[in-house]
């Protein structure tokens, strides 16, 4: 089974703060992405990743950034938190081919005060 | 650029009827199709996908889609739903690397 995991599943941060979100895959899936999620607007992509080291901007990467030193890893960074970004993030991998499926992690509730 | 629309936000069911999900997808080319389901606190879990052959495609929990490309739409079935079912169902299309999702559609069971 593939394994995704989040590092928090609750945060709660300041307006301000640099904040790191991490996400790590047990299955050498090519593709990672982080989404977030918000009630009446689905899932939206803020960035992806096919490779080490590679990025890719999804639909709303304005206020984020990301890294992948790894391949079993991938962080996002929220560089100064803001209340907007209060969301539920959820990341998630693929092996890289389209006829599969992604699979997720339980995601991180991120409070921004 | 691909989309996908699931006009419905919330719907309720009593336990026992059958339901369906509607999503409507638009895509160049043929496109690679999936329905996801989220119970409350949880990531998302596949229900199935459809990316060639038989138009009818089963999925787990007894459910099922169907592909229509006349009408560009993949509609989620279930004969008979069970108080478990209650959860946010979301369509999603798989372009080159991108997968785009619909808004969701929560669906609340009643006895």
């Known amino acids: 089974d593939v394994k995704v995991t989040q590092s928090s599943r609750y945060l709660v941060k300041r307006t301000g703060e640099k904040v790191f979100l991490e996400c790590v895959q047990d299955m050498d899936h090519e593709n990672m992405f982080w989404y977030r999620q918000d009630p009446g607007l689905g899932l939206r992509l803020i960035y992806f990743s096919y490779d080490v080291k590679m990025k890719e901007k999804g639909d709303i990467p304005e206020g984020y950034s990301v890294s992948r030193e790894k391949k079993e890893r991938f962080s996002l960074i929220l560089e100064s938190a803001s209340t907007n970004q209060t969301s539920m993030y959820l990341c998630?991998?693929?092996?890289?081919?389209?006829?599969?499926?992604?699979?997720f992690g339980p995601g991180t509730r991120l409070t921004v005060t | 650029a691909q989309s996908v629309t699931q006009p419905d936000i919330h719907i309720t069911v009593s336990e026992g009827a059958s339901l369906e999900l509607r999503c409507n997808y638009s895509y160049g080319a043929t496109p690679y199709l999936f329905w996801y389901v989220q119970s409350p606190g949880q990531g998302l879990q596949l229900l199935l996908k459809y990316f060639s052959g038989d138009t009818l495609v089963q999925g787990i929990k007894g459910f099922e889609a169907e592909f229509k490309r006349s009408q560009s739409s993949f509609n989620l079935r279930k004969p008979s739903v069970h108080w478990s079912d209650a959860a946010e169902y979301f369509c999603?299309?798989?372009?080159?690397?991108?997968?785009?999702f619909g808004t969701g559609t929560k669906l609340q069971v009643i006895p």
């Open positions: 998630a991998t693929d092996p890289g081919d389209s006829r599969y499926e992604q699979y």
């Open positions: 999603a299309v798989r372009g080159y690397q991108k997968v785009t």
